[in-house]
């Protein structure tokens, strides 16, 4: 594909995730996301898996809401290789994978979270920001799947797509403060962002890295963004003290 046709197709996806999302945030994701409040008793005080926190419980809902959206996704793949949610559609293998934070702990993940080889295509060499040398970041997936579809061999691009929650918990209450889908360049594009949608995450490996989403936010063919908000607690964040508030306020304005 050209350039411009695959950013038409990554943005085509991110709308159709989104209005999955938007059309259901009110009276299915934000109740769902919360349940977890009418049962507190039962896990407050009980030790939380460090690496894992909330997410199992989130991943729960929005995977579940999705794939009961698949209609517009086609069919869920079985590879071992992949996101977390994996659909191949008529035209492109698309990639869908969850990312929480808590703005007490981690806010920064929320626009730069933590990724492995297995969510991207993307293969860049770059420099980490107070450190000499070069690093190198290669993903897993290609840019383009070979299918054999009844012995007819097609081509479909790798898309690539984050649901980022930034949440808080509290005495056993949970909070959802913002809810954001983004959409990571697919490795065919890495000559038109170059190092920008990279950064080092955490360990320094050829197989993890942060996806920096606020300093992607735009398709830079089609001028369309790449990052659409799907939810905003604006009273929560008025009226709370939350770590990097203004750099928050940026990243969603």
Not at 4 to 10: G, R
Not at 51 to 62: N, P, Q, T
Request: charged share 25%; net charge positive.
């Amino acid at each position: 594909m050209e350039d411009k046709d695959l950013e038409n197709l990554e943005f085509s996806y991110l709308e159709t995730i989104s209005a999955i999302l938007k059309a259901n945030i009110r009276n299915n994701i934000l109740p769902a996301l919360k349940s977890m409040n009418k049962i507190s008793s039962h896990w407050v005080n009980i030790k939380k898996d460090e690496d894992k926190g909330y997410d199992v419980g989130f991943e729960r809902v929005i995977y579940s809401l999705l794939q009961q959206g698949s209609s517009d996704l086609k069919n869920a793949n079985s590879s071992p290789i992949g996101s977390d949610l994996m659909f191949e559609s008529d035209d492109a293998v698309i990639h869908i994978d969850l990312k929480s934070n808590q703005p007490s702990t981690n806010i920064g993940d929320h626009w730069q979270p933590k990724i492995e080889a297995n969510q991207s295509s993307y293969k860049i060499n770059y420099n980490k920001k107070g450190q000499g040398g070069t690093f190198a970041f290669e993903g897993n997936l290609p840019n383009y799947y070979k299918v054999n579809d009844g012995g007819t061999i097609k081509e479909l691009p790798a898309l690539t797509y984050f649901i980022s929650i930034l949440y808080n918990v509290s005495e056993g209450k949970c909070e959802i403060i913002n809810i954001n889908v983004s959409c990571m360049p697919n490795g065919q594009l890495s000559d038109v962002y170059g190092t920008e949608p990279i950064g080092a995450g955490g360990n320094i490996s050829k197989k993890k890295c942060r996806f920096k989403m606020g300093r992607c936010k735009k398709f830079k063919l089609i001028n369309e963004k790449r990052l659409n908000k799907i939810y905003i607690n604006r009273n929560y964040i008025r009226n709370n003290s939350i770590p990097s508030k203004m750099q928050l306020l940026k990243f969603l304005s």
